[in-house]
């Protein structure tokens, strides 16, 4: 059950009506309500989400890998993409048509 957080909830649905490309950056404390804010505003939408881990460059971006493959219905076991930009590139092009939330959680 989600509490509490109504104000930002509800100006993630606003920005997400509005249609076109929003980008919205949370920030704060640690263990205040960031990533179960983006879980309760993606729970219903095509959403893209990812949480780094405090890993090296190359496992964060295989793993990224591995989440986009597994979003779009793709082989995972196609590989890495070579760089952060070639994945968001990736992502891009895929959700140029379609109404995408993607979240990038505890990015390093």
Do not use: C
Not at 24 to 34: A, C, N, P, T
């Amino acid at each position: 059950m989600f509490v509490g957080r109504e104000l930002e909830l509800a100006e993630l649905e606003r920005l997400y009506a509005k249609g076109g490309f929003q980008m919205v950056v949370l920030y704060g404390r640690r263990r205040v309500g960031k990533t179960a804010l983006t879980a309760e505003f993606a729970k219903d939408k095509p959403a893209l989400v990812f949480t780094a881990k405090v890993q090296s460059d190359a496992l964060n971006l295989a793993d990224f890998s591995r989440s986009i493959y597994r979003f779009y219905s793709g082989p995972e076991e196609t590989g890495s993409f070579r760089t952060w930009d070639a994945a968001l590139a990736f992502i891009a092009q895929q959700a140029k048509d379609t109404h995408l939330v993607f979240v990038f959680d505890e990015f390093p």
